[in-house]
């Protein structure tokens, strides 16, 4: 028997209306976080970090990590894997922008990345 994926969250991020995240809040992320950076696609602010693996297997065991963290949100990134490394990119589709959930989500990735054997390797 297959287990049941809990009901995902109501994702505030994902309404038109949603607040978009201010100047001071990203800045603070983005200095307390040393990886992500900001990006802009098409006048759309995103947040990027590229996370290191030993191998494939590594890079997947992570990808399905954040694949879990985004359903229990219902707030999906960007993920790219390949042989050892996993790219991620954050932003608010509805708002087209950044929203506070985004950079809260970037953080818990970096926690979950931590918790791994292979964090030492550089990013």
Not at 2 to 8: E, F, I, L, M
Not at 25 to 33: C, E, H, K, Q
Not at 61 to 81: C, D, M
Request: charged fraction near 20%; hydrophobic fraction near 40%; glycine fraction near 4%.
């Amino acid at each position: 028997m297959a287990a049941k994926t809990p009901p995902q969250e109501t994702c505030a991020a994902c309404e038109f209306e949603a607040p978009k995240v201010d100047e001071t809040a990203l800045n603070t992320f983005l200095s307390a976080n040393t990886g992500w950076t900001l990006q802009h696609d098409q006048d759309i602010r995103k947040i990027k970090q590229s996370y290191r693996f030993k191998n494939f297997a590594d890079a997947m065991v992570f990808t399905n990590a954040v694949a879990a963290l985004a359903e229990r949100h219902g707030h999906h990134p960007t993920i790219i894997t390949e042989w050892g490394a996993v790219s991620l990119e954050w932003w608010s589709h509805k708002i087209k922008d950044l929203h506070q959930l985004d950079l809260e989500l970037a953080g818990q990735c970096d926690v979950l990345y931590q918790g791994k054997p292979h964090a030492n390797l550089p990013a």
